[in-house]
């Protein structure tokens, strides 16, 4: 049914961007991804690779035309950089929707050192400026589908319900009062939280002097690794990410369970965030796809994340189902202790989303591939090796790890 | 009595560094300028010039040590990319303050083409990114001063007057009403005002996570050209721009009625816009600098605009003083048509700012100089060659000037 409509994936060779094109593609799309594989030379970087055995991305989409029939085309451009050759992409494929992944997209890396906060900020935000100019300039009415985060909100909003991107607050002006919809105000807690923020106010004004359809999805912290559609061929494997810097926490609590590491709390464990499955993000997108904004209406926010948990809670879930210690160390982020998040997914639930919970066994499914693989661990790779300000203290004189908390 | 302090005013080159650097030098202050000479090579692009005849920046710092035997240093580097001498010199010199004017600041110029917005983007967020980054990596405790924009509030406040920088609003959760301060929302009007408010973001950041103590300043349009300091010898004579790009409203007209060409209103003049003349401009640097935020406080903003006026009424004082007569062009900009602005600058006001108004005299110093340097103005560069949008029409095909309108 979507079989003459182009939808161009930025960043389709990333943790969400493959299955995302894979679901798109299944789904009739023709799908181009465009990456410039910088998530695969970030692994170079670090010294680590996906748990999971990757294939290259042309291996990949092979597979993919082999099993399904249906072609992806691959285009390696840096949309930070080849500004031309993605607009000129653009106007040849005239897309119906953009879906922007291309972002480096871990708070850890971000923080590691001043090169990496600049290489951060001048990443995230020439791409995404790239990407709205080159839509502007190309006069195509593409939908931009946005993968921003739930970190934009902040965390220390005790005692408010976070609503979807937008906030009916009243202003009191000499003493008559005004009612007022703002755009929820930012709190990043990192330079990539940061980047989400100033990507917020790029969408804004693009939509707002250009009318570019823009819908941001707020997604919380992505566990899982496969979806129906990854699972059709051991070549189409997704990554996964367990190391300090781009593993998410429960799927490396999962891994270092598998693996007989100790589950690694950074503080108390208080902080409260959003999750969602990879399955879920991937229908997610595919139903933001579907359901544009209007030509004239404002930029669309969706809350992208099913359910809220505890760290702690978390690790006692999986010491729980796996036996795992539990062990803490001094947090290396500059955050709340303690966080209680409550968010409103009302727009996703509306249009049919049914969410895959922590409960119903897809958590034994991350065990047995973390087991699968468990010999492709490095395990010198498990603890963080950034932290948010020079006075948090590493674990010892010329440790980049954290300093290991004893706890009353 | 500031002799030992060190002040780095980055753009210290430009229209409101100069006089700036000229201010704190002569204050005592130990002044750096660091600038790339962006603004005379766009001169070069753009094919105009100063309508004062500037000197070189050498030349410059020169005359200023041969007439008051104080010192002023210059370091041509680009603080968007040269991030490792900026670190170092922060390093070097510890300066108890930077101001940062080193930003593309003329928003018909962020609107010239993708390559202008991109540049702009680029140049202005990555320069205010790397130095706050080099403040952090270099461990000095610096109180940063940025010249912003009133534009960040929008101009779309009816009735609402505008604070310095927060607002007091009041959210209702569940039926109980919570009062919060938050950030002014922004509301950008052009790529150029866009990058103001990423900056905003940009300080809220480094301000929380790494306690840097910074005064944003949401300046009005600077009218005026000289300074106490800049009239003390020819050779230091302030730039005057009068063209589409650079030329700001009061001081197009005066240029415009000094050559003879009539005065150019786009749209109606229904815009209200803040004024400031550049004497009060680098009054309220120099209280700046002498009132940082204490450590750990949060951004500090001030309003930084001495009065309001509706442009076409401008357009009246000028045409009255001069018999110039004034002419309507179709808007290039995406704004609206009339808009009404009150706002706040008690926090100057309590300093001790003492303005210069409209109505005495400086006037008549501006048209001074513009007449004696129209001889150097090129009639082809006054009217604007940008415009917000493909669908606003230009004059005639070809014809890269805003069409005249025929008004009712």
Redesign the interface.
Known sequence: MNDSANVIVLGGDGFCGWPTSLRLSSEGYNVTIVDNLSRRKIDVELGCRSLTPIETIERRIQVWQEQTGRTINFVNLNIAED?HQL?DLIVELQPQAMVHFAEQRAAPYSMKS?KH??YT??NN??GT??VL??I??S?VDVHLVHLGTMGVYGYGTA???IPEGY????????GT??QIE??Y??H?G??YH?TK??DA??F??YNK??GVRITDLHQGVVWGTNTEETLMHPTLINRFDYEGDYGTVLNRFLVQAAVGHPLTIYGQGGQTRAFIHIRDTVCCISLAITNPPAKGERVQIFNQATETHRVRDLAALVSQLTDAEVRYYVNPR?EALENELVIRNDKFMRLGLNPIRLSEGLLGEVVDVAAKYRDRCNMEKILPSSR???DIPFDREGSSAPQQAVLA
């Open positions: 500004y607009r001043p906060k600049r900020v001048d935000i020439n400026h790239n100019c080159a502007v300039e006069g005692g408010m319900t906030l009916n607050v009243k202003v009191d002006i000499e009062d005004h703002i755009p105000p930012p990043p990192s330079i940061m923020t100033l106010l790029l804004y004004y002097n250009d500059n948010w300000r020079e």
